[in-house]
């Protein structure tokens, strides 16, 4: 037997690990299943491509041991083993090229260095956070040798000849104190599937199970080996592989919805960065989709080992509502929280993920309008926040959200809304802030519906705040019919004598109205009612405004309407007429408030405006 000593380096690690890193011993057991993983991954390729290693039997499996009376796990695999070199430089020096330049920056905090070494893969050496003694007994395929490997993760190890029948390594866990949890068959069988379910290979584990036996009336303990993982990484084989059942089955596994996903988007990227991505849209809206404490839906892996499920880093909020993989080749496995945040890798694979999800989805809308519209019923409103959120892809976000409109049944697309437009229309026109009944009512769409303009309906509460940031779909402008400017579609209608003649009226209106209106004007937007109210481009509509006090947000002059009269309306000419009749005042303020009501802003004063009524129904009747 001969007895080595540790590199320093591993010996600061070995440190670092156990100190470190306690908070997730579990992890030693998805670190030794990654490595027997990748050893089998080496030997399949030698065994495909090397003449030497072609008539090697490969019979893949990697097997659990446990001995839960000694608390001794073994762990081996029929992988590509280690000769007696490999189990020096591997398991008793740091190879990796950085490793001493990672170690010099470690502080010796160890807050701070737990954040570091998840930079790092740990490896192999993170079993010592749960083992006193471990040993390693590997044979390397096409060498008829097998070493034996002992150490106790302090100073050194020893290396000694030893058997194996076959090739490949074994990995024998001498639990100690802390690591004695995990000598529990239930406990294993957990950590595999929550970290190694979707490993290619299959994992078998020999325990001792409990059975109830009948007739003995007692339960009996029966020494079984089991399978333990699904040993299957869908996401991993190529899509025509794959049959549409098999897909929904591992939507179903992950997560939990006993309903068939509406579709999914299956990507392999080779190159710069290797990964793959499987996307499903849920047919049904997740029920926390506007709770801001959501559940991320999609899970991230490391070489098919589970990584994390809860890293809201991986996709956009907007997208919050996409479920499914991201298994990447070149991130480490002990990736943290902190590092997701800025990893250059990450982002590049996000980036990718969110114009593939985007454009997938713009494929459906043209190519399956059915299907897009239940996505659409579903899912249109995250959109919109993207629209608002993601400027990167805000055009094509644009193309994906749908509207109700005056010309159109169910939802229509900026695309069709633009194909409609007149010859010589200038701008697409939306009316926004309230119930769809409201706003399709108002009498500001009036002008537009005798001039057979379409109106886009926005009943969406958020659709102001993103609509008022977008001024262009493309070329042409986006316009809000309650803002106070016409727009050129509507301006050959404006007939200055018109206006001028109404003028001592609009004078009288505003000397009464006084402070509660910024203007009183002749409007070219009405047909069938008597007044409207308008507000400036740059301010909030008056539903904006209410919304903003609501929430608490009072911290804003209250801009003042502008009112618009219908020069044609009978109530109108009648007042011109009689400027100086008994009811002219209240008749001006029943104008202001009817125009607040159509906009559902509710009135300052109802009592004052129910006894105008009342007086002015006393002298008609
Ligand atoms: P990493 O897996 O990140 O390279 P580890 O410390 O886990 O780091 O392992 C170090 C090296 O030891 C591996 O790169 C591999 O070459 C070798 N090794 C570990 N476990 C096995 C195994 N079960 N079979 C063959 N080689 C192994």
């Not at 080779?270 to 990964?275: D, H, N, Q, R």
């Not at 499914?324 to 002990?334: A, C, H, K, R, W």
């Amino acid at each position: 037997m001969s007895k080595r000593e540790f590199q320093t380096e591993v010996s600061q690690l070995l440190q670092l690990i156990i100190h470190s890193l306690y908070s997730h011993p579990e992890i030693f057991l998805r670190e030794l299943i990654s490595n027997s993983s990748d050893a089998l991954d080496k030997l399949r390729h030698l065994t495909l491509t090397d003449e030497a290693f072609k008539a090697l039997p490969f019979d893949p499996r990697i097997g659990l041991e446990l001995d839960e009376e000694n608390k001794t796990l073994t762990l081996s695999d029929t992988g590509i083993g280690m000769s007696e070199d490999d189990l020096v430089s591997n398991l008793g020096t740091i190879a990796r090229s950085g490793t001493k330049n990672f170690l010099s920056q470690l502080s010796g905090d160890a807050k701070k260095d737990s954040n570091l070494i998840g930079q790092f893969g740990v490896g192999f050496y993170s079993v010592f956070m749960v083992a006193d003694r471990v040993e390693v007994i590997s044979r390397k395929a096409g060498e008829e040798q097998a070493w034996r490997w002992t150490s106790d993760g302090k100073t050194g190890f020893d290396l000694e000849p030893a058997d194996r029948l076959v090739a490949g390594t074994t990995v024998i866990i001498h639990f100690n104190e802390e690591g004695s949890q995990y000598a529990n068959s239930w406990r294993l069988q957990e950590i595999v599937k929550k970290y190694s379910n979707h490993i290619a290979f299959p994992i078998f584990m020999t325990y001792d199970k409990s059975e109830w036996n009948a007739d003995e009336k007692k339960s009996i303990k029966t020494r079984t080996t089991e399978q333990v993982n699904a040993a299957s990484a869908l996401w991993r084989r190529s899509k025509s592989e794959l049959t549409e059942d098999d897909y929904k089955e591992l939507y179903k596994s992950i997560t939990g919805d006993s309903e068939d996903p509406l579709f999914w988007f299956h990507t392999k990227a080779e190159g710069s960065l290797e990964y793959t991505t499987l996307f499903y849209i849920p047919s049904k809206a997740p029920l926390d989709l506007y709770q801001a404490e959501y559940k991320v839906g999609v899970k991230l892996y490391v070489k098919r080992v589970f990584i994390m499920d809860d890293a809201k880093e991986l996709l956009p909020p907007y997208l919050r509502f996409v479920r499914g993989i991201i298994d990447s080749e070149d991130l480490p496995l002990n990736v943290s929280r902190e590092i997701l945040q800025q990893n250059r890798v990450l982002t590049s694979i996000k980036t990718a993920s969110v114009k593939k999800i985007l454009s997938e989805l713009k494929n459906i809308a043209a190519n399956d309008p059915d299907k897009y519209l239940k996505f659409s019923t579903e899912y249109n409103r995250p959109l919109k926040e993207g629209v608002y959120s993601d400027f990167a892809n805000r055009e094509t976000l644009l193309d994906l959200i749908r509207f109700k409109s005056t010309k159109a049944e169910g939802f229509t697309s900026f695309a069709e809304v633009k194909s409609r437009m007149k010859e010589d229309q200038k701008s697409i026109y939306y009316i926004t802030g309230g119930a769809e009944s409201l706003l399709r009512t108002s009498p500001l769409l009036e002008i537009y519906k005798k001039k057979d303009l379409e109106v886009l309906i926005l009943d969406d509460d958020i659709d102001e705040i993103i609509f008022g940031g977008i001024d262009k779909y493309g070329d042409v402008e986006l316009k809000a019919v309650s803002k106070a400017s016409t727009s050129d579609d509507l301006k050959d209608e404006a007939e200055p004598d018109k206006a001028e003649a109404l003028k001592p009226l609009l004078d009288k209106l505003k000397a009464t109205l006084g402070d509660r209106v910024k203007d009183v004007r002749a409007s070219v937007r009405l047909a069938d009612s008597p007044s409207c109210i308008v507000s400036d481009e740059d301010e909030p509509s008056m539903q904006m405004q209410q919304m903003l006090r609501a929430m608490g947000q009072t911290d804003f002059p209250a801009p003042k309407p502008t009112l618009e009269i219908n020069p044609d309306h009978e109530i109108v000419k009648k007042l011109l007429a009689r400027p100086n009749d008994a009811l002219a005042e209240d008749a001006a303020w029943l104008l202001f408030d009817q125009a607040l009501l159509m906009e559902g802003v509710p009135l300052k004063d109802p009592a004052s405006f129910v006894q105008r009524l009342n007086r002015v129904l006393t002298q008609s009747i």
